[in-house]
């Protein structure tokens, strides 16, 4: 429970909901107690049944454990205090500690499951459940989840110093809409995730913001805490509360009353509080015996810290107070006399009408927190005040949440002794229309706000950030760092058996196919060059990685058969392409993302030119600007990509790289104006590029030459991994002859993708035109000896891609129709129909397809091989027989 007054305004806002809204509120927590035997739990889950109260049973070790991690890690952490981790234990992360908040956060998701459904709304409170989220969504997929941070969230600097950042982090965007008190710390909230995800903040209409994060919308909601204020007038204005305020009256009579109410730990700032009062005590002598300050403390939250805290207050303080036989009492410290004391700090537990007693009597109030989310105490002690004819004052910490919003308020930064006597002088001296003038903006705010109406605005806004209806979620990873993707209900694994059948039965077949991050792992996160701005253009060089000899000898196989045609389209120039891929024969390659292409039964083993007479003066001026940026923006470095030209700042600080890519964005267009191209910004880069080049129209020239060449292209198979492989995906949907059957179960795609909309256009067009109609049903049939291959295929490929082919089961079924496949690598986005979960995959597939096309060629030899409909190889195709090794 809070033990910062938040928990008097819980409970009744929970009945006022039930009893105005008529609608069930159901509250899940831990009531405060461990019984010992079964019987006792039933009895207290029996009353707490009769208010919708569910209790949480959790281990008592593990609960202790979990709450030491709360207390001495993620709330001196998310409090921006590192002493933590200037500790000189040894043992610097409770590993112990975090097994227990996770286990805990389990238990919790796991008592509320019963208890909910994918229709109910899911409300998730502070950092002691930062992991609850990713619990429950685990267990119901669709479960609409709200998170309220209700203490700051630290800068990204000091959240990225706890070991477990990333669960963290995991855990709080599994839910779909998470809220904070103050855009502060949301905004370090969105740094924290640009910096350790690389997550940009994406606008929505009607001033929405959110994180777009595996295909998933989470919604930022800030929107501070309300405090009950019409709930609190009847409290002041009790009996109870009058006998205190008279209490303190009595205690101090003539006396000006500076009030405070804090936890007793550091990041109170009670210690700069006494300090600065001494002090100017001491600079303003004429004060002395008419000023006191009267300090009540919550209960210290209880680490090792706070002791050391408590005993330094018991230093600076001049008398304990306490209370006894109805009195107000004080025990002189130190060797004072009741002549010198002026600062009296209360200790023990003190109930709300006794702060709302001191807080009526006081005059001005004085905060000095370190760091506080929000502090209700200024919203305490403006109510206290009702029913009063006098306007007091309050002083608040700029480092306390309030001060953004109580804005009669006198803001002070409690490391700042003499700012801090100032403002003590200031609210003594001040005039009584000042007074009233600011007493009544706080007063306005804080009766305005209303618990009913921040309760309802979050939930309004949490029921419309549900997940969408039309996908279908999916946990990937493990641990704690697993996440829920967000793919589109038709966005499947790659269904091998199909695209084996699909393969088989085909007379003519196109396979494209990207290379790193597909057919070779992806190293290009460890390839950098960052001095371009002492090279000339000529000196860039590119690096990459080259697949391996099992991959080699796939493509080797798969491109001598003459009823195929594989293409691998890349990014690198042609240099690289040859030098990787020049020794395959009748491989057709497409560098420079198709800028330049060469299809051996078209172009023979010439490199042609996308466009007739490309022009390349635009990249000596493009150079010469992007060189500059590179000199002042630390990390970033230019890659020359042949027909492109790109501005990489990846490694750049995020900010400064966002903030200079614009600026360099701008400079290019207005240089390059006339030029036939494109400026692109992308995540972490800035590209120039020859306007209408992208693998799309690279593989839409490729499906037109092999159709003219050896008629209808009855197989298509297009993999690969990155950004730049979706227009090859999407040229390929546009001619799918399968795309009506998914249009209404089509696979998501970013709404932000950067497509070259003239090129798509063109493709629309040629669409139309590039595939003949098929003559027969459209319906292939298996053929010959199809069940026969199953004992062909390799162990691991049935074990991780879906089993052989002896058995085709409904999943292949499903996509026995199906003659074109797009796949990406990794599950994500796309606007490919399906996926396979790494390059280890695609090599197995390949290996597959080979295997595949050998048991063909056997077959072929012995004249046992047909296409299914009775014909065989060379009267399909119009061609004189040929052997696998065999030129077209």
């Known amino acids: 429970a809070p033990t910062d007054g938040r928990n ?37 889950e029996k009353l707490l049944a009769a208010n919708d109260m569910i209790p949480v049973w959790p281990p008592r070790k593990e609960f202790e454990d979990f709450l030491v991690f709360c ?35 389990n238990i919790y998701a796991t008592s509320s499951v019963p208890h909910l459904h994918e229709s109910d709304l899911i409300w998730v409170q502070d950092y002691h459940m930062l992991m609850t989220p990713t619990f429950i969504a685990r267990k ?56 350790i995800y690389g997550l940009e903040p994406a606008f929505r209409t009607g001033g929405f913001m959110g994180l777009d994060w595996n295909g998933r919308n989470i919604m930022i909601k800030v929107s501070h805490f309300a405090y009950p204020y019409q ?79 408590m005993a330094r207050l018991r230093k600076e303080a001049d008398a304990l107070l306490s209370s006894s036989n109805g009195k107000l009492e004080f025990e002189l410290l130190n060797g004072g006399t009741p002549e010198t004391c002026h600062i009296f700090m209360r200790l023990e537990k003190a109930e709300r009408n006794e702060r709302l007693g001191l807080f009526r009597a006081a005059d001005i109030l004085l905060d000095t927190s370190a760091k506080n989310g929000l502090n209700l105490m200024p919203f305490e002690f403006v109510t206290a005040q009702h029913g009063t004819s006098t306007s007091k004052v309050c002083i608040v910490s700029e480092f306390s949440g309030c001060s953004r919003v109580l804005l009669g308020s006198l803001r002070i930064n409690p490391w700042n002794n003499s700012a801090l006597c100032t403002t003590f002088e200031r609210a003594l001296r001040m005039g009584e229309d000042e007074k009233k003038d600011r007493f009544q903006c706080n007063l306005q705010h804080v009766a305005q706000q209303s618990q009913m109406d921040w309760f309802e605005d979050f939930l309004t806004d949490l029921r419309r950030a549900r997940k969408r209806d039309d996908v279908r979620l999916e946990s990937i990873g493990f641990g704690a760092k697993m996440r829920q993707v967000a793919i589109g209900s038709n966005f499947q694994k790659l269904p091998i058996n199909a695209v084996l059948q699909a393969f088989r039965n085909a007379r003519t077949r196109l396979l494209c196919f990207d290379n790193e991050g597909t057919l070779a792992n992806d190293k290009r996160h460890m390839e950098r060059k960052y001095t371009a701005h002492t090279s000339a253009l000529t000196d860039l060089a590119s690096r990459g990685t080259a697949p391996n000899e099992h991959v080699m000898d796939c493509l080797q196989c798969l491109s001598a058969d003459s009823r195929n045609t594989v293409v691998i389209l890349s990014g690198r120039n042609c240099e690289m392409m040859e030098e990787w891929f020049g020794k395959v024969p009748r491989l057709g390659l497409a560098a420079e993302r198709g800028f330049f292409y060469k299809l051996p039964f078209s172009t023979g083993g010439q490199w042609h030119c996308m466009v007739q007479k490309p022009d390349y003066s635009w990249k000596s001026f493009a150079f010469e600007i992007m060189r500059q940026f590179v000199k002042r923006t630390q990390g970033s470095f ?31 267009k207005e240089l390059l104006v006339g030029y036939e191209l494109e400026i692109l910004e992308g995540k972490g880069y800035v590209e120039v590029k020859v306007r209408g080049v992208n693998k799309g129209v690279a593989v839409t020239k490729a499906l037109n030459k092999v159709s003219q060449m050896f008629g209808e292209v009855e197989f298509v198979l297009c993999i690969g991994d990155d950004r730049s ?84 089961g409904e999943f292949a079924e499903e996509h026995a129709g199906r003659r074109f496949f797009t796949c990406t690598v990794g599950r994500k986005p796309s606007a490919a129909k399906f996926f396979l979960d790494d390059t280890d995959e695609v090599s197995e597939l390949l290996a597959s397809l080979k295997q595949v096309q050998e048991k063909q060629n056997k077959e072929s030899n012995l004249g046992t091989w047909s296409y299914g409909d009775g014909r065989d190889r060379g009267s399909a195709l119009g061609l004189p027989s040929f052997t696998s090794g065999s030129s077209p």
């Open 71 to 105: 207390r001495d890690l993620l709330w001196p952490v998310f409090h921006d205090s590192m002493q933590t981790f200037q500790s000189v234990k040894t043992q610097l992360f409770n590993e112990q500690g975090w097994a227990a908040y996770q286990h805990i956060n």
């Open 8 to 44: 008097f305004a819980f409970l009744p806002l929970i009945q006022e909901i039930k009893e105005k809204k008529k609608f069930k509120v159901v509250n899940i927590g831990w009531p405060g107690v461990h019984p010992e035997t079964e019987k006792d739990k039933r009895e207290i």
């Open 638 to 668: 230019i890659e020359n990509k042949g027909s492109a030209l790109v501005w990489q700042y990846r490694d750049a600080d995020p900010h400064f790289g966002s903030w200079q890519a614009k600026e360099l964005s701008s400079h290019l």
């Open 140 to 195: 119901i997929h669709k479960a609409n989840i709200g998170f309220y941070l209700h203490v700051p969230f630290p800068s990204s600097d000091s959240f990225k110093s706890l070991p477990v950042r990333e669960e963290i982090l995991a855990g709080m965007l599994s839910a779909d809409q998470l809220g904070f008190q103050f855009f502060s710390y949301a905004r370090n909230f969105i740094v924290s995730c640009k910096r």
């Open 725 to 808: 492989d979706e227009d090859m995906f999407e040229a390929v949907n546009l001619i799918d002859p399968t795309k009506e059957e998914d249009e209404s179960l089509s696979s998501t795609t970013d709404d932000s993708s950067e497509n070259d909309e003239c090129g798509m256009a063109r493709l629309k067009a040629k669409s139309e035109v590039l595939l003949p109609k098929r003559q027969s049903s459209g319906k292939l049939s298996v053929g010959g000896g199809l069940c026969g291959l199953s004992p062909g295929l390799s162990g691991d490929l049935r074990g991780s891609l879906g089993g052989g082919l002896a058995s085709l």
């Open 231 to 309: 709930a609190s007038i009847k409290v002041v204005e009790s009996e109870e509360v009058q006998r205190e305020a008279v209490k303190v009256k009595e205690l101090f009579p003539d006396k000006i009353i500076f009030a405070g109410m804090d936890r007793a730990d550091g990041l109170s700032g009670m210690i700069p509080k006494f300090q600065a009062f001494k002090q100017f005590l001491k600079e303003k002598p004429e004060y002395t015996g008419k000023c006191v300050l009267v300090q009540y403390c919550f209960e210290a939250v209880g680490g090792k810290e706070d002791l050391v805290v």
